[in-house]
């Protein structure tokens, strides 16, 4: 009985994540690593490096979703021997052009992400927002994202 309950259990997880179903209580790093459906990925125009000096250690990159108007945010880091990779998501307001809400994911004792943090999101349809992004590798800190982007 303990096989057959495994293996119905290993068959419903599968399921569930081929109908692209992510659990809402799973940290960054066991996501997929996507902003789900309806979120359209613009690369070259929402793709920035996160930096120190000339080297590029992952990127931040933007999604939107025409439909309810929400911007979604992931930093990705290259390669491997990274940590305590975060992700920030600022909203503009329209008339002072100043951050009126903000999200982020990756700080805190918990979240020492090693691959990803987010997906993040944020409703900002007619508004401008910035995306910050930062990681780790050994003892070099990166940073880097766009300010005031994706407005409208």
Not at 19 to 25: E, N, P, Q
Not at 72 to 93: F, Q
Request: hydrophobic residues 35%; aromatic residues 10%; charged residues 15%.
């Amino acid at each position: 009985m303990r096989l057959i309950a495994k293996i119905t259990t290993t068959i419903l997880a599968a399921s569930i994540a081929g109908a692209g179903v992510t659990a809402v209580t799973a940290p960054a790093n066991a996501a997929t690593g996507s902003c789900g459906a309806g979120y359209r990925y613009l690369k070259g125009k929402n793709h920035f490096p996160i930096k120190h000096g000339k080297k590029v250690g992952g990127y931040a990159d933007l999604y939107y979703n025409a439909g309810n108007g929400q911007n979604c945010a992931i930093v990705r880091a290259n390669g491997s021997g990274t940590s305590h990779i975060t992700v920030l998501l600022s909203r503009y307001d329209k008339k002072n052009y100043a951050p009126e809400k903000t999200v982020t994911e990756g700080w805190g004792k918990k979240q020492n992400f090693k691959y990803y943090a987010g997906p993040v999101k944020i409703w900002a349809k007619g508004r401008c927002i910035t995306v910050v992004g930062s990681l780790k590798k050994g003892s070099v800190y990166y940073q880097g994202g766009a300010t005031k982007v994706h407005c409208g």
